[in-house]
């Protein structure tokens, strides 16, 4: 650990260089996260506007879900975000091993919700013949926890090559900006998966 | 004349070791309430009670995510607006596409013989 970090001299909520006293890089982050909101909101409203006024014929929803799976991946999810957080608490004060610890456990959660969900969708393929071409409900479903899932898979190849780039020695608590917006992108990741998870599974329950 | 030197950590140090348990506290509080909305939906209660308690409960998970998870608790407050403008904005938008297609005249119509099949749009 640096006499820096250990001292607690360097303040991460707080960069004097910039005319918003805030480091760019997280602006930036912040930016793209709102934009990506608008993002996810348009998928989840079209899954509802069609689950709303479902043709005749269609599957019931409860039917196909899994809901032990799919909270398994919630928690599995929500954990992740726990050990993301506490990779940048580590890195903000220094501690390389443990940041490295964190980022271990949380690429190990993402994989597994990422396994989680390719056997939900091949469950609903291959058992439950739901497919993303031949109902409404396989077409919005798909599109929006695929879309979902593809942040998922995108978050986790960051993660993966920021722990590599740990190993360069290149990575010390002054570039802590760097793991942090990391972290604000797989948190953005978790929230959307809260909301998707009450709102496509949870409400076809009620 | 200079500073008397202290041995004591500073607030912000401070700070930065109690987040490690504020963290562990919060992960523990979601997932209770993830738990909490698996048992909502199998309770014998009215939909729209039900309905409510499920948004309040998401709600919830999902402040403290951004606060604390994300920072936003003790970033500046710039960080919060900019964040809020895109999740007004598509919460709003997200209301109000509902809103239209949840009209009674937003339904699809039902299937008559004369409607022409879905093949025709391939041949064509």
């Known amino acids: 650990m640096s006499s820096d970090a250990a001292a607690g001299t360097i303040d991460h909520h707080f960069d004097p260089t910039t005319t918003t006293g805030i480091p760019n890089k997280k602006v930036l982050m912040w930016a793209f ?61 220094g501690n390389l091993k443990s940041m490295r610890w964190s980022l271990l456990t949380t690429i190990f959660f993402g994989c597994i919700f990422l396994g989680c969900q390719v056997y939900e969708f091949r469950n609903f393929v291959y058992e439950k013949h739901l497919t993303i071409t031949n109902s409404i409900l396989g077409s919005t479903f798909f599109t929006l926890t695929g879309t979902h899932g593809l942040h998922v898979l995108v978050g986790v190849i960051w993660l993966s090559g920021m722990l590599a780039y740990s190993f360069t020695g290149r990575l010390t608590e002054k570039q802590a900006i760097d793991v942090e917006s990391m972290g604000l992108y797989w948190h953005f990741v978790d929230i959307v998966w809260i909301v998707i998870f009450t709102a496509v599974y949870l409400l076809e329950y009620i | 004349m200079s500073a008397p030197a202290s041995t004591a950590p500073s607030p912000g140090h ?87 297609f949840g009209a009674e005249a937003s339904k699809p119509l039902p299937m008559t013989f004369g409607d022409p099949p879905a093949m025709v749009f391939r041949i064509v």
């Open chain 1, 33 to 93: 996260l709102a934009s990506d909101c608008m993002f996810f909101g348009c998928l989840i409203s079209t899954h509802l506007i069609y689950r709303l006024h479902p043709p005749p014929g269609t599957l019931p929803a409860k039917e196909v879900f899994s809901i032990e799976l799919t909270s398994f991946s919630t928690f599995i999810l929500l954990m992740s975000s726990l050990m993301m957080a506490l990779a940048v608490n580590a890195i903000q004060k």
């Open chain 2, 14 to 100: 401070e700070l930065e070791q109690s987040k490690f348990w504020i963290y562990v506290q919060i992960a523990m509080l979601l997932a209770v309430i993830t738990g909490l909305e698996l048992v909502t939906v199998y309770l014998p209660f009215v939909r729209w009670l039900l309905f409510s308690v499920l948004v309040v409960l998401s709600t919830v998970k999902f402040m403290f995510v951004i606060f604390y998870f994300m920072h936003l608790r003790w970033d500046r407050v710039f960080c919060t607006i900019l964040f809020f403008i895109g999740l007004v904005l598509a919460s709003a938008t997200m209301w109000a596409l509902l809103k239209i």
